[in-house]
């Protein structure tokens, strides 16, 4: 199986790009893994609504371009079903037993997702009610995808 992370915008701290590198890298015995990334819009400080929807569809046409039509879509959203740790692992495991070659996890940017990658998701994901930067988002999915691996492996992993 492949799994991609498809983010709007880079991250820019180093202490995220090296925790991202320490999962990226425990992850390679499980799974290929691949890490895709679109520039964001800047989004001026008092955007009018108007501007904000054509910064999502802006952002949402080139995460689109990339989502191949084969792919199993999971897309991060607040508004989105809410799994634990083991049913994420659960989920994983039955799309790679259910023959799903590619699994793509997409994180919005600042503003979140448009309206058509939304709609093109299989599933909505939401890791909590409350928003987190996207920078460290990709952080926590990084790592959360690790523990699934492992639980699906029967390894153990910290609780």
């Known amino acids: 199986m492949k799994i991609t992370i498809l983010a709007v915008g880079k991250l ?14 425990r992850l390679s015995r499980y799974v290929k893994l691949e890490i895709l990334e679109i520039p964001d819009e800047k989004t001026p400080e008092h955007a009018s609504a108007a501007e904000r929807q ?3 569809e802006l952002e949402g046409n080139r995460l689109l371009k990339l989502l ?13 079903k809410m799994l ?8 994983i495991r039955l799309l790679g037993v259910g023959g799903a070659s590619r699994i793509v996890f997409v994180i919005g940017g600042s503003l979140g997702l ?12 939401s ?6 930067p996207h920078q460290l ?6 790592e959360q995808i690790y523990r699934s691996y492992r639980m699906i492996h029967h390894e153990p992993y910290h609780k």
């Open 12 to 25: 820019k701290e180093a202490f995220y790009r090296d925790a991202a590198a320490e999962f990226q890298k």
């Open 54 to 56: 054509k910064i999502l």
């Open 68 to 80: 191949q039509k084969d792919a199993y879509v999971i897309v991060l959203a607040i508004q989105g």
């Open 84 to 91: 634990d740790s083991e049913e994420l692992a659960e989920k």
């Open 114 to 125: 448009s309206d058509a990658v939304l709609r093109r998701a299989d599933l909505r994901l």
């Open 127 to 132: 890791f909590s009610k409350m928003t987190f």
């Open 137 to 142: 988002m990709r952080v926590v999915l990084l």
